[in-house]
């Protein structure tokens, strides 16, 4: 984050895959309890791939803002930031656990399951893409690119591996 101009495209890349991110959320079907089963395709799969390639530029800029943040920072603090991460990150991985297991319960169960819905399809299909591309899994993607990017500066500062 060294440039003004790094610091607006991660802001304008970050929007992207956020406005994406909703985007696979709104064509994603929602199954009704007892109704009947969509055979109109993964309408939210098409939308999947450019927000996959918008947040991997996204998680880029992430990890040059983590490496930033961590050589530039407040010493005491900055060794901090490690630590801090990691709590966020088990309560992203925690809640997109309930959120997966929510959506098969929902759904009756996982592919192998006679009695689901998505029986004999593969797991990501038109009911499941959001476990996939949800909120915990964007911010947890956040998340460990900010930790990447000072644990690479954090052992760059102890073992010159990653020089300039």
Known sequence: M???SDRILLIVFLSLSAAFFGFVRLFTFAYKTGGPVSGN???GLLIAFPALVFYSVTLFYIYKAGRYF????NRRVASRYPLVLFFPLAVCGYGE????????????GGPGDPDSVIYR???LNQYTNTMFLNAYTFIGGILIALLIG??????????PL???
């Open 2 to 4: 060294q440039t003004k």
């Open 41 to 43: 395709g993964n309408p």
């Open 70 to 73: 961590f050589r530039f920072g």
């Open 97 to 108: 656990f309930r959120f997966a297991r929510s959506l098969l319960r929902h759904l009756g």
């Open 121 to 123: 399809w593969p797991l």
């Open 150 to 159: 000072c644990c690479v500066e954090g052992s760059r500062r102890v073992w």
């Open 162 to 164: 990653f020089p300039e």
